[in-house]
């Protein structure tokens, strides 16, 4: 596609469920990067792939958080046991380049509401 | 690790002003981008500007990387530049980006 693709764009969940939220990048780019955003803040970086390799997971919050890329296309943050503090836009970004060194073009994001 | 700090946190503006936003960072970065964020939430990447100068259209940036500083400026703004700004830097590995918190920006007509 032309952008970044996240979906669903908003998400709805109880305290407790499970949820999966989805991102399709930008065809051909190498880099792919989770990122959440609370309200009123910038947004904080959670986990990075190259290709299929998840290469740095040190932004996930706990080990609720689980993200994957298995063919180093679409990737899918998965949290488990949602908690009210999860509430946040989580925003999906790709590049080109194996590091930072290139512009990251973001998805529209998944507006995460835990009731 | 990287902090990033971004000023004014906001402004406001009469349509058809200019203004300047800057961004401080504590370490050397290798790269150093900004973003527009609007009102839907979209966020948009404006430059990528390790060093040096960019312009495009109305909008230009500045890196002086050696004294870990940013500016973006804005010239003749419009309403549709309503919105938050956000520059960010890569962390020392180049697997991240590290936000600064925004300069909230709102132009009247």
């Known amino acids: 596609g032309a952008g970044v693709s996240q979906s669903p764009r908003y998400k709805v969940a109880k305290r407790g469920q499970d949820v999966a939220l989805r991102c399709d990048p930008i065809?051909?780019?190498?880099?792919l990067f989770w990122y959440q955003q609370a309200l009123g803040q910038g947004p904080e970086f959670l986990t990075y792939?190259?290709?299929?390799?998840?290469?740095?997971k040190s932004g996930l919050p706990s080990d609720r958080f689980f993200a994957e890329r298995p063919e180093g296309s679409v990737s899918t943050l998965k949290i488990q046991r949602t908690q009210q503090e999860d509430s946040a836009v989580y925003l999906c970004?790709?590049?080109?380049?194996?590091?930072?060194?290139?512009?990251?073009?973001f998805g529209d994001g998944t507006r995460l509401s835990i009731l | 690790g990287i902090q990033v700090e971004q000023s004014p946190p906001d402004l406001i503006l009469q349509e058809g002003a200019n203004s300047t936003l800057r961004c401080n960072f504590s370490d050397s970065v290798n790269n150093l981008q900004w973003f527009h964020q609007n009102p839907w939430g979209q966020l948009i990447n404006l430059f990528y500007?390790?060093?040096g100068t960019k312009q495009n259209g109305r909008l230009s940036a500045t890196t002086v990387a050696t004294e870990r500083y940013s500016l973006l400026y804005i010239s003749s703004s419009q309403t549709t530049d309503s919105g938050v700004y956000f520059c960010?830097?890569?962390?020392?590995?180049?697997?991240?980006?590290?936000f600064g918190k925004g300069t909230t920006l709102s132009v009247s007509s």
């Open positions: 500007i390790p060093s």
């Open positions: 960010a830097a890569a962390n020392q590995a180049g697997t991240a980006l590290i």
């Open positions: 065809s051909g780019h190498v880099s």
């Open positions: 792939f190259q290709n299929e390799a998840q290469l740095d």
């Open positions: 970004a790709s590049s080109f380049a194996r590091t930072t060194n290139q512009p990251q073009h």
